[in-house]
């Protein structure tokens, strides 16, 4: 009987309490990224696409900067690889994540899986060779934080492989999170600056029409250097320990919720104000 009166309150426990918050404020995160992030493919299919077919490449150069020169077809094969491997990138990577995609179509889970992390290393290079000879906008610490973010993308797209090799399968999900997490950070700088500009009416802390600032700079750091979304993964990996504490689980819970909620804002004003209107 106090057996199972403890296995009860186990049980509901984590259910409704700590572990229960933590899970649900997750897997809410989780649906929201990917369908803003779904959204945001459809766009750079859309936009990018349909321009390209009509070879009005010039219409690139609407939100790239220096997308596309005439004549330099090595820097424009650079810029069109990378906007095509992003699109891979956004597709893909909350398709690898989804746990019932991954145990029941185990053969599918690999082949993207290494296709995944190709694209990965490819992009990462690419976005490097693209910020400092292409003309990225924004100022130097921009350039820097977004460099630091490639290196983190290639490098974390080598250990995911590699444990997936070694068949240490827990490591291997761990780092292709946090793969997934800086791959999808030029998302989160989109996604979180909206919300900054809707929540504020208009540009602040920044100047719009050189596109530096204090702001940017905070966020790129945030975003890229420093990523707040790595810093948040180990917080929840700790979290879900036995030994972790309740009021640490609703701790970390609180905070994924609260960027849950600045990241449904920005992908509203995204999608409303930037992608649906270029589309």
Known sequence: MKTSLLSSTSSFRHRFGGIGFLNFCVKLWFVLATIG???FAYYIASFYGKSSLAGDFEKWNKVLPHGYVQDDWLGNAFVAAHIFLALIM???GPIQLIPQLRTQFRMF??????FYIFTAVLIGIDGLVMVWTRGAVGG???HIA???QALYIIAFAVLALRYALQRNFALHRQWAIRLYLVASGVWFFRVYLMAWLLLNGG??????NTFDGPFLWFLSVLVYALPVSLLVFEMYLKAQQKTARTLFQIFTATLILILTVLMGIGIFAATMGMWLPRV
Not at 109 to 114: A, I, M, N, S
């Open 37 to 39: 992030q779904w959204i």
């Open 90 to 92: 956004v597709l893909g």
């Open 109 to 114: 889970h690999r082949v993207l899986g290494r």
């Open 140 to 142: 130097l610490l921009q």
């Open 146 to 148: 977004i460099s630091v």
């Open 203 to 208: 540009p602040a802390g920044f100047d719009p």
